[in-house]
């Protein structure tokens, strides 16, 4: 299967679950973005983009001129939350940018499950991110992903989740923000601390 989302395409302003666009299948797939996603809101997970768990084969390119913007994902239980999900599949930025996206946790027992949110790009169960060009800035989370969220962790696919960061930019986001509701049903962002990668579920030894 293939899908182009060119240039002039905008996909805004939308209430979803689980993803503006959310991909999941055993055929190879393969999605080539260079218009603009913005403005959605999901009541679960991601209101970006979704490559999701289960099966692998799922390819999203990002060229120059793509945009994911003003998008706000929240979640009310244990899943992990980013403008960008990666799992069981592989995410390819050449350009573009995924900016001013926002993350917050919803639901009860915060303390446990409000840190694994990242506004920007969250890699996890075997999912595969590629930088070679665009900007991931100005990105605000309540959890601990500002830009991308990491964690080593596969999903019964022998593929242990990996990032490979070649080129591009990474600057401006913040992590552990206060979040509280405002009064048109939307969320107001406070605090935070700088951060634009973290890693998760990681050792890191040997390091003299």
Same mark, same amino acid.
């Given at each position: 299967m293939y899908c182009l989302i060119d240039k002039n395409a905008r996909i805004h302003d939308n209430n979803v679950q689980n993803g503006t666009i959310y991909l999941q299948g055993s055929d190879k797939m393969n999605l080539d973005l260079y218009g603009k996603i913005y403005d959605n809101v999901s009541s679960r997970s991601t209101a970006g983009i979704w490559l999701a768990n289960n099966f692998s084969g799922k390819t999203v390119t990002m060229y120059d001129?793509?945009?994911?913007?003003g998008n706000t994902s929240t979640q009310a239980g244990g899943e992990f939350v980013g403008s960008v999900i990666v799992t069981c599949g592989t995410f390819k930025m050449v350009g573009g940018e995924i900016s001013d996206n926002y993350a917050a946790y919803i639901g009860n027992n915060s303390e446990t499950y409000s840190k694994y949110l990242s506004a920007g790009v969250a890699v996890w169960r075997?999912?595969?991110?590629?930088?070679?060009?665009?900007?991931?800035?100005n990105n605000k989370s309540m959890g601990i992903g500002g830009g991308v969220l990491y964690r080593a962790e596969?999903?019964?696919?022998?593929? =242990?989740?990996?990032?490979?960061?070649?080129?591009?930019?990474?600057?401006?986001?913040?992590?552990?923000?206060?979040?509280?509701?405002?009064?048109?049903?939307?969320?107001?962002?406070?605090?935070?601390?700088?951060?634009?990668?973290?890693?998760?579920? =990681?050792?890191?030894?040997?390091?003299?």
């Open positions: 001129g793509a945009e994911i913007t075997g999912g595969h991110f590629e930088m070679d060009g665009g900007a991931i800035k596969d999903y019964g696919n022998n593929q =242990v989740s990996r990032v490979h960061l070649n080129n591009g930019e990474i600057s401006n986001n913040l992590m552990q923000m206060t979040v509280s509701s405002d009064e048109n049903n939307g969320f107001d962002f406070e605090g935070g601390k700088s951060n634009d990668i973290s890693l998760d579920n =990681v050792s890191l030894t040997n390091n003299d």
